[in-house]
């Protein structure tokens, strides 16, 4: 497996969304012993779980954590995951679990880690309001609680839809819509827009 760089950590563009018959193709293949699809997987995938993690946990050496640690459970359960119905949405849940697990390991939070990570990266442009309003957005995102931040994510950055959300997140479709909406609700009332 390559070693993770700065296009691999979600930088200032969205990552595309994975095919998910692509994701079903290789796991397929991993589960079947062919190791190069691994590296696929990791290609295809690792942009989008580091931003999730990145999310899910509000540290950048977290998320690289929960990275590798979800592609190590990947291959110790590559049987299970090819045989489950969305393996792209198995595979966004072993990010869930592993980031739970992180944060468990590590429960002295340190005070700083929300400070250190842009959950908006603003275009390379330069321009100094849009660093500022990346900047008050980031703060307005690491305000909310994390269920809700985890659901805007999925929804605006990995372009999921509320019952991919369900599925990655291990809750109903309808509770997935309701954590992304009341997030929703919880920024428009920090920026005074009214609904």
Known sequence: MRAMNESDRGGSAT?????????????????????????GLYGALSGQLYGLALWRTASAEDAADVLQETFVRLVESRQRVAAARDPLAYIRRMVHRASIDVHRR???RREDSLDAVAFVEPEPSGDAD?????????????????????????????ACSFAEI??????????????????????RKQLGVKS
Do not use: K, M, N
């Open 15 to 39: 990552p595309a969304a994975p095919d998910p018959e692509r994701i079903r193709a290789l796991v397929r293949d991993l589960a079947e012993g062919r190791e190069a699809a691994l590296d």
């Open 106 to 108: 590590r429960r002295r």
């Open 130 to 158: 849009q660093q500022l309003d990346a900047r008050r957005a980031s703060e307005l995102l690491a305000e909310l609680p994390p269920a809700q931040r985890e659901a805007i994510y999925l929804r605006h950055y990995a």
């Open 166 to 187: 369900g599925r990655a997140t291990g809750v109903p479709t309808f509770t997935a819509a309701s954590r992304y909406r009341l997030g929703i609700e919880r920024l």
